[in-house]
């Protein structure tokens, strides 16, 4: 993998906003065979799980809005998918970081490299979801907040697991990078998750309706079908927003920590591990 250039995954530059999205969608395509089924067993769970409540807060598929009367249930909805989705992303980012540490390094990491649990921190990894998943409750029960606890937190699993430092200090090491250079990082996870946020919206509607416009949804099906469709959208969402924290946490390095330059300065033969571990 050349250091610079179009092609490169992940060139050792810093790149701009369209280079980021462009290289984590790059990154994705090269690991989708392990990342995107992995994602979809996520996502499927996320969406059984989501439905007792969305019943209760009497929404109707496939936009799953509110029906007046019901907002304290639809706010509890959005809680817990605010967290559930921050937590798949965080799983996800396990494997999409250490692709992206490879693709940093010059090589293309394979599957059976991507699911080897040795040296992948999957323990530091688990242990962190129900952190994430409890900062992002919190987060959404205030409103707005949750703009805030997402942006800080999508560098949790790449400081985990690429920077490898100690579990209890990969939130807050992931919050340090968001705010640097102004909070490039957060607001790029931000712009990020609402780019595929409406690719989700018009991809799970849009297919929906198509299906009942041409006779093919039998009432019995509509919510099976509607949670099916939504899986599967999140089934590519959840994985590129994981690669997009992936490749916005190198680059950042890069940009605020040389990164670029200890690689290059790095002696031959050296662990990719200790190339890309953070100073301590």
Do not use: K
């Amino acid at each position: 993998m050349p250091d610079a250039g179009p092609t490169a995954v992940l060139p050792r530059r810093p790149l701009t906003v369209g280079e980021l999205l462009d290289s984590a969608v790059l990154l994705l395509r090269d690991h989708a065979r392990v990342l995107v089924p992995f994602a979809a067993l996520l996502a499927a769970g996320e969406q059984l799980l989501l439905l007792p409540v969305r019943l209760a807060a009497g929404t109707d598929q496939p936009v799953w809005f509110a029906e007046f009367g019901r907002f304290g249930w639809y706010w509890l909805l959005l809680v817990i998918g605010a967290a559930t989705e921050a937590m798949i992303i965080m799983v996800l980012g396990n494997p999409a970081a250490r692709a992206a540490g490879a693709a940093l390094l010059g090589r293309r990491a394979g599957a059976r490299e991507l699911l080897r649990p040795a040296g992948a921190r999957w323990g530091g990894t688990l242990l962190l979801v129900p952190v994430v998943g409890a900062v992002m409750t919190t987060a959404a029960l205030l409103g707005p907040t949750w703009i805030i606890g997402f942006a800080l937190l999508g560098a949790v699993a790449p400081a985990l697991v690429v920077d490898r430092v100690h579990p209890l200090r990969a939130p807050l090491r992931s919050a340090t990078l968001a705010v640097r250079a102004g909070g490039r990082a957060g607001a790029v996870r931000l712009l990020g998750y609402l780019a595929w946020w409406l690719v989700r919206v018009g991809l799970g509607v849009g297919v929906y309706y198509g299906l009942d416009g041409l006779d093919l949804l039998p009432e019995t099906w509509q919510i099976p079908v509607s949670l099916l469709i939504w899986a599967g959208v999140n089934s590519v969402a959840y994985p590129a927003i994981a690669c997009l924290d992936a490749v916005v946490h190198l680059e950042t390095r890069i940009r605020t920590e040389g990164l670029d330059i200890l690689l290059a300065r790095a002696p031959a033969g050296t662990p990719d591990a200790a190339l890309l571990a953070a100073l301590r």
